[in-house]
């Protein structure tokens, strides 16, 4: 009946509900005096909701402030699928999501604060762009897991090239793997794929279409040349074009390496240079792992899928979804692991250090805790 203050009132008996209510809530409120009372109904139980969902709550109003064309939503337990709608939403009032915001960081430091103390912690850049991580059960097995709109800063080389290998299921199995090029501004869209196999900057390998014994193909992207003909984001596409899913083939995974112009020409894979792959097992036909940022010369790790209704779908008749979703997660804002560990340092007496020699607690890809330990982030941080 639109009480939304007595709602509050009755929220408070479950506060993570209260949490994941707060933007619905606070949105519909007219009044300073109303949206305060929300503020100290929401501050009297804030220590009763868990940690990740604080974190997800930060996260979301901290993101509220933006303007955004598109709200994506990823339902719960369900490995890639994900639900984009236009953002109609009224701006939040800087003023109240700072005030939210501060509480959830309140009652976060004297959760924190409780454990013990941590002397020293040294954090290597490769976790700047990790968020935290978020619904691991529904994500595919990698050789190295990656929380869901993570950047992650690509190795040295010139050229990406993306693979992909897979064993025919039943029957006759025909994946194919593309490539979706555009500009900053999420426009000139061109197609790397088994109708466009070759641009100035990319090409394709060869189209398969069966692989009773397996195959594989490939795709190489030269990232100077990319960024001269403007093309700035560079999206993986592995789709089945003969219709079966997935979690119905033999054998099925996708992923990257990088390669230099010297002393690798010819070399088709090269097991050294993978900087990640991941196994095709979902229930879909057609899978984004990742998108490339040429730019900031960085990977964001996607792991979602496309709706597909028939079989011969492609990266051509699927191109306003991934438009879609590109903009929508390129423009998503979540909690980093840097920031979840800045609150530990300051709560438990810590001190950041800027080497990794001087500090009894390394966060690295060489030190006690690498970017793909998240069972132990989640299991040590986000109690």
């Known amino acids: 009946n639109r009480q939304y203050t007595k709602a509050a009132s009755f929220l408070t008996t479950r506060p993570g509900e209260f949490a994941r209510r707060l933007d619905f809530l606070t949105r519909n409120l007219k009044t300073s005096d109303s949206l305060d009372y929300v503020l100290n109904q929401f501050s009297s139980v804030v220590d009763e909701v868990s940690t990740p969902v604080l974190l997800q709550v930060h996260s979301h109003l901290k993101s509220r402030l933006e303007k955004k064309v598109w709200r994506v939503f990823f339902p719960k337990g369900s490995t890639a699928e994900w639900k984009a709608i236009e953002n109609n939403l009224n701006r939040f009032d800087k003023k109240y999501v700072n005030q939210f915001n501060e509480t959830i960081r309140s009652a976060l430091r004297a959760r924190f604060a409780k454990l013990g103390k941590l002397g020293k912690v040294y954090i290597g850049s490769e976790f700047n762009g990790l968020v935290v991580p978020q619904g691991l059960r529904s994500s595919s097995k990698a050789l190295k897991t990656i929380p869901r709109f993570s ?23 025909d994946l194919d793997l593309s490539a979706y090029t555009c500009d900053r501004f999420f426009q000139d869209v061109q197609p790397i794929a088994y109708f466009n196999m070759r641009e100035e900057y990319a090409a394709h ?179």
């Not at 040295?156 to 090239?161: A, Y």
């Not at 089945?240 to 990257?256: T, Y």
């Not at 030190?367 to 040590?380: A, F, Y």
Request: charged share 25%.
């Open 151 to 173: 950047r992650v800063p690509l190795n040295q080389g010139d050229v990406i090239r993306f693979f992909m290998w897979w064993k025919d299921g039943t029957y006759r199995t």
């Open 205 to 383: 390998s060869g189209d398969i279409t069966s692989a009773p014994k397996g195959a594989c193909e490939f795709i190489d992207v030269n990232i100077k040349k990319s960024l001269d003909r403007g093309r700035r984001y560079i999206v993986m596409c592995v789709n089945s074009f003969s219709g079966q899913k997935f979690s119905e083939l033999q054998e099925a995974f996708a992923g990257f390496m990088m390669r230099s112009g010297i002393g690798q020409r010819g070399e088709i894979f090269d097991a050294r240079t993978v900087q990640n792959k991941f196994d095709l097992t979902s229930d879909s036909k057609m899978v984004i792992p990742f998108i490339m940022d040429l730019e900031e010369r960085q990977l964001i790790w996607t792991d979602v899928a496309i709706k597909t209704m028939y079989a011969g779908s492609n990266i051509s008749n699927t191109a306003a979804s991934i438009n879609v979703l590109l903009q929508s997660l390129v423009e998503t804002q979540k909690f980093k692991v840097v920031d979840l560990l800045g609150l530990h340092i300051e709560s438990r007496g810590g001190t950041l250090v800027d080497s990794p020699e001087e500090a009894d607690l390394v966060f690295s890809n060489q030190g006690e805790i690498k970017p793909w330990d998240l069972e132990k982030i989640m299991g040590d941080y986000m109690q």
